[in-house]
């Protein structure tokens, strides 16, 4: 029990450590029938990948994904799709100060405590790489639930950098701007004011905390299993392995300390035809008259969009000269961590709290039925042919 | 795979609705040989139970726990403690108006739109009558704790309610203070001010939000079990398991946001011996100069402190009219909730926290082998007699 | 991880000594809107019980079971149902003999041996009384499975005891004949030469083993998950967690040794529109020529009936003098097991295996979406009301 | 839930097909500490490998295991160990005419009823190739167990091959004899006719079944997880995850459907001092006088050598024409098939039950604490530094 694994029905596995040979996930779960776009999933790793602007490592990793299994002819079988991505940049040497001397407040120390031992180069298993085996999954989980019949949206974005902090943003700014700038923030003005104040604590060789914003809209109502899975507490397990997280909210998050019931509490309406939001709701149905709950009543989807938000605390991995205490020689030392790290987290977890998303939102439309766990389109059982290609040549 | 079932070696499984016969918690993975108090589960139970004060629900529940099985002369076999407490005081009548028609922000809705069907009486399944079955297990994950050769002590508290909020306190503070109040909150001042508080918010017919400090000493390092169940991804979805939790934090939190990773980072020094924190530190170890990561680095514990956060929104239930829609008549009407509730919910959920936390500790205890999971005291194999009673008579 | 759970999204978790103070299973996954029959799963117990006949144990349990929750008006509601059987004529006393001195190939030494201590009054929970919890969930499952759109029907009888055996029958004999004796044996004059050979060796003070043969008709193609999951690897270990079982076989089973491929493959052909085993096989669809694959092939079902035997081994509960080792005189000594036995296994054995049988296929339609997980009739999230009572008489 | 995992503690997770890319496993749960040997995980490989003898399949398939992850210098981390096989002798042009029309009694037609396609090349995921992911797992199991304080040895042959049956073999037969022919069996005299038998099959086109027997001798007393974790539970499930096994027995097995109690029964007595089976067995200790439990009593292990069979039924790919129905026509038609296949299928099974036994075994051995599952020597938490090492060129 290694927590290794993540998910229900459908489940990711994954391996890997950041100067290993190479990183792994099995995906199993899911369903046979969907048109799977391996460009697609490499794009979403593109978007993850160090290096991709100024404020990111230089760590020079192409990222390449490439599926093993649970494929034929481009289409999904319903068996396991086995990934795997090389390491090919990993140069420990930089590392080898640290080998019996803990960096500050990584978890260089704790992993050593636990087994005795520890890959060491790049911070090994616990490093922020592991996450490109989540996202290579969350693409899987984005295309199935693309090629159901829910018309499910997931967005996130950089709300706050340091004292710089986004405005409100519409779901439609969202989808528009966060990828227009490096920093992944809706809010063009305050993307420019964060990108500055980025690299000014670059220039100091410091880094910084911030935080990210995330909606989903279209999930349909009904989903969730309390009291334990339910949406927000598979959510919360979700967003809290995510390296360096340390604050989870669902809609008012902390705000909600000081609302009071009569405020926070939406009176029920019926829908008058024209609601966007609520997915499966039809003119009649019950609807509340706001989102103040962001989506979720009693652990389970209301229809309404869910959102949250979650902070990241500020790399561990600074230039700075930091003091450590090394386990061999019974002699504290200076250090100064000289590999390529990245000044702030949130604009490269973007696309991790989406791909976790997605891989939570597919889990339970798996879970309450609403996709077949074994056929994306139609029926179990009702015998077709479709997928079957006439000859070896399509191979 | 409905949610009912929290742990992965130390495992609860739970059922019961509010107005339902009975509430029930079966758990798993209790090592044998603890000698089980039943008075002191007793105990905790009715730190949670309804009517302890003027400021909760005056519901008349006495929570009687029975224990059906798993103890022999009084000492735990190994086996699953099954345990049911009936529901005495059930007035279902009440809620007779919201059958087709859900309370605004109540998990009515969703339930009924799940499953086509709920349990409307008190709330059903969504009623954080639940939790009576938490904290029955999390009292016998203390004792487990408490048998062991660990010394885990946990201790949480209210520290905020609207607008009031608590000094910091210390650990000393937290276990001398928070039960001398009906608020549950350590600091003595904040105390009576949110007492006020609250009451004021009862007279309105009203109801306010809230938040609970919590901290772990003891807690030995090396626990956790990362990726995706390390350390704050268990406690995440245990935290967001408690109905109503609108944020989750550890250690600097939402705070994090704005620290630097200089200031953030804690330098290695070396124990001097009088280390109070560390619990299997020796005089040599390498240790942090400081606590701003919550005990936690990497996803595993330190064997610092751990310590973090947890926010509460405001009871949905209460007596102001509101309106719902009832999808029987199709029409919109005015409802006041009359039951019996709450008018915040920190300080019932403190022995609620508490025990999620006992539990979770505990798990991670067993899952690294720090406890044996077959006997708490010995190595199993090792055969003796000890608990072994020479005569019926002792049965 | 004490192994008191089976089943995937279809979940049973038990508890109970059989001289404790109760049995109880907690049932999740049983989705919403089944008119569940109490009467019905109390008739299940009742064909497990003790004392039904001159070949049982005579100890006089009522079995009565009580529903504690996941039923609203008579309807199961998605949510847990917490069952709780109460142990009314335990006699420990009888036992006293053997707290530090094991019955020869019982589970008190490994018991002991595990966990340092046991339950020891008959058994404890190492009982076959465990297996009420079990046949209460069946009994569930069952009634789902009824329910449904599909039509399963399944069936077992004891098909050997001793020397004796049964001639093979028919689906439509086994229905008719197998609940006519006392043996539960579907052949009517291996029943009477069973039920001699049975009163023999009870006369003898002695007992034999015996087996039963069962068969799934109706279960729809393309349930299991191999590999680890096929049909046939959670059958496996369904039937071998049903006290005393020394073997399984599915199709021929073990005489499949001596049979060459081209007798057993079974050549392809169409669906004549007569078939009556394909329940949903329809004119033209392909179809084997035969079915000594047992309606599995890959670990998956075809559509065929899916039959199989178990074999149990004699019970070790003898009124024979034997001798044990007392680990706490370190002396041996003669015992004799004075307690009331059942003189062999497999009779009351029938519906335990019919019961795990309905768990099991219940579990893989669910787990292929043949049923949906919330609701059994209708998709979730569209909303309606007919199982709201409209007025708190209903209740 | 599509299957692919295996274990509690030590766990499994797969993917491949027959003629895919390449298989994969990821072995989670393995304690750090344990200097893996990569050439006896291939030397493993070796012995399951086609072509290895004239009696097997002559698909050419060099079946090199790539180790990604989990290893620092030569010795477990404690984090996953994700193993890939590349598939190089994949000729799917020959399975063209079985793309829409079954082979008689594989797995085609049922894993294109379930998902509605498949990997139609070689059987895809339903081809025993999948087998080579369990045999690299139980080779990282047996390391583990090897790197413990306990000497687990566990060995399997081929007792019965159509007609022919091997004499019982002692352990130390098994151990010296099994691997000394192509048949694998520790009887030569059988060995040789059953060598014979399978030539006679292959000469005429055709296939036949045959049985393995098991043994596993120094697994402590004391694990397993009952009632549906039990032992033989667990090993049940295993065995029957082969492909084309029918038939799975503990002990006496099916013969004991013929033995009284008293028979089968064994009295104890005490431990002196020479008892070569009970590894944890002291002078003086209650062991059974006899092994026709087979190691398990009450679903746990006695310490008394474990011991079993399982019979496979006879290869369902042979020459010999066949008819299919072509559902893509509607026409029957006649088939051949002429790929590369076993005329018998337990030789290569033997690594396989192995494989599966050393898995089944550490998972009981860590579910028990008896070892640890963070570190195979010492106490997690207990810092040391030993398996640093203590410069880059080490790495």
């Not at 494929?71 to 990934?83: A, H, L």
């Not at 939406?266 to 509340?288: A, C, I, K, N, R």
């Not at 930091?322 to 696309?351: C, F, M, N, Y």
Request: charged share 25%; net charge negative; hydrophobic share 30%.
């Amino acid at each position: 029990m290694n927590g290794n694994r993540f998910g229900r029905l459908f489940q990711l596995t994954t391996y890997g450590e950041s100067h290993g040979d190479a990183m792994g996930v099995t995906v199993s779960g899911v369903p046979a029938g969907v048109e799977l776009d391996e460009e697609a999933i490499q794009a979403q790793l593109d978007r993850r990948k160090p290096g991709q602007s100024m404020i990111t490592t230089s760590r020079g990793e192409p990222d390449e994904v490439v599926v093993n299994s649970g494929v034929q002819d481009g289409y999904t079988t319903g068996t396991p799709i086995g990934m795997v991505i090389q390491n090919k940049d990993a140069r420990s040497g930089k590392y080898e100060p640290y080998v019996t001397a803990p960096r500050p407040s990584h978890g260089d120390y704790t992993y050593s405590a636990k087994f005795g031992t520890r890959n060491w180069g790049g911070g090994g298993r616990s490093s922020a790489r592991e996450t490109v085996n989540w996202v290579a999954a969350g693409a899987v989980a984005e295309q199935v639930l693309d090629a159901s019949d829910h018309d499910v949206e997931i967005k996130a974005h950089v709300n706050r950098i340091g004292d710089v902090e986004a405005d409100p943003v519409s779901f439609e700014q969202l989808l528009a701007n966060s990828e227009e700038n490096d920093v992944r923030c809706a809010d063009p003005d305050a993307a420019a004011e964060m990108q500055e104040l980025i690299e000014e604590y670059q220039e100091k060789g410091d880094s910084i905390g911030g935080s990210i914003y995330f909606e989903c809209r279209g999930v349909p109502r009904g989903l969730g299993a309390p009291r334990f899975d339910g949406f927000p507490s598979r959510l919360g397990q979700a967003m809290f392995s995510i390296p360096a997280t340390t604050g989870v909210e669902f809609g008012l998050g902390k705000d909600a300390v000081d609302v009071t019931g009569s405020e926070r509490n939406e009176d029920w309406t019926f829908d008058d035809g024209e609601s966007f939001d609520h997915v499966e709701s039809e003119e009649g149905d019950p609807v509340p008259e706001g989102n103040d709950h962001g989506g979720l009543q009693g652990g389970i989807t209301t229809g309404e969009p869910i959102y949250g938000e979650a902070t990241w605390h500020a790399p561990t991995s600074i230039p700075k000269k930091q003091r450590s205490a090394d386990w061999e020689t019974g002699e504290e030392k200076e250090i100064q961590v000289v590999g390529r790290h990245d000044p702030v987290l949130p604009p490269r977890a973007v696309p991790v709290v989406e791909a976790m998303l997605y891989c939570t939102v597919l889990d339970f439309m798996l879970l309450a039925g609403r996709i077949n766990p074994d056929r994306v389109d139609g029926n179990p059982g009702q015998y077709d042919t479709e997928y079957h290609p006439s000859s070896p040549e399509n191979e």
